[in-house]
């Protein structure tokens, strides 16, 4: 089992930068692939980054590809979302996601999720 909190959300201003962190429990952190989605009102859930679970390898949707960095550290149990030149469309609840998976491997864009964070919810005004 593991439990997934997120944190760094709020309101920012169009072009300014957030950064999120997921805190993970448990002491097989480092077995998970990671990554974020997100959901805005009247939209679906979509991904936005996943990170391995050694960090080497990583995937951006192409909406947020050259402004979003996802990063770990296994140590610290926490995943991290760098959001920089944020736009009013980035706006969102951003859920923190965990998928097991062999070392190596990449996340499937398709497959779903083991566990989920409750979200946080990130405003980006014009």
């Known amino acids: 089992q593991v439990q997934l909190v997120e944190s760094g959300g709020g309101l920012v201003q169009a072009g300014g930068s957030l950064r999120l962190s997921c805190a993970a429990s448990?002491?097989?952190?480092?077995?998970?692939?990671m990554g974020w989605f997100r959901q805005a009102p009247g939209k679906e859930r979509e991904l936005v980054a996943t990170?391995?679970?050694?960090?080497?390898?990583?995937y951006y949707s192409g909406s947020v590809k050259g402004r979003f960095t996802i990063s770990r550290d296994n140590a610290k149990n926490t995943v991290f979302l760098q959001m920089n030149s944020l736009k009013p469309e980035d706006t969102a609840v951003y859920y923190c996601?965990?998928?097991?998976?062999?070392?190596?491997?990449?996340?499937?864009?398709?497959?779903?999720?083991?566990?989920w964070g409750q979200g946080t919810q990130v405003t980006v005004s014009s």
């Open positions: 448990g002491r097989t952190f480092s077995s998970y692939a």
């Open positions: 996601a965990a998928k097991s998976l062999l070392y190596g491997s990449a996340w499937a864009r398709d497959s779903q999720p083991d566990y």
């Open positions: 990170i391995s679970r050694s960090g080497g390898i990583t």
